[in-house]
């Protein structure tokens, strides 16, 4: 494999700089996630088809609002801290050391740090265009479009605005 003149061998991914948008849910649903702070790590070295992010969680951040992929699989590795995986109706407590996979078309998932102290991750997924994002607990949809950028929409369809 040849790497890329403009892309590092290797990088200490706690220095990894911060994704400049804290989120790309709408803006009301935005708010939700505050306290996540995602350092996207495959970018750096040009990686195309699997997204790779260090993610750190202050007390009482979410990864993300309650849901499931139609293609996308889903794996996270816990760093440090401790935090709680709500799959389906049931929790699970993840410390360090534990990792989780959620497959595509599966059930829905979260991961909440109810500690009180910041917990860090790695977490991997595929990049699968035409995926579709369900969220149970609120109205809201997504499409991952052509360019590789999320559609969020209502449920019905109608857009946010």
């Known amino acids: 494999m040849v790497q890329a003149s403009n892309n590092p061998a290797a990088i200490v991914a706690a220095d990894a700089a911060p994704r400049t948008r804290a989120s790309n849910y709408p803006p009301q649903f935005a708010k939700l996630v505050a306290g996540r702070i995602k350092q996207p790590l495959g970018d750096i070295f040009g990686l195309s088809n699997f997204g790779v992010n260090r993610t750190r969680f202050a007390p009482g951040a979410v990864s993300a609002l309650f849901h499931s992929h139609s293609r996308q699989d889903e794996f996270i ?30 059930t829905a998932h979260q991961v909440v740090n109810r500690s009180g102290l910041e917990a860090v991750i790695l977490e991997v997924g595929d990049r699968s265009v035409g995926d579709t994002v369900s969220y149970p607990d609120d109205d809201l949809r997504a499409v991952m479009g052509d360019d590789g950028k999320w559609v ?7 857009a946010w605005e």
């Open 77 to 106: 590795y816990i760093l440090s801290g401790e935090l709680v995986l709500r799959s389906g109706d049931s929790e699970t407590l993840l410390t360090e050391g534990m990792c989780a996979g959620f497959a595509a078309g599966g």
């Open 152 to 158: 969020y929409t209502r449920r019905d369809g109608s």
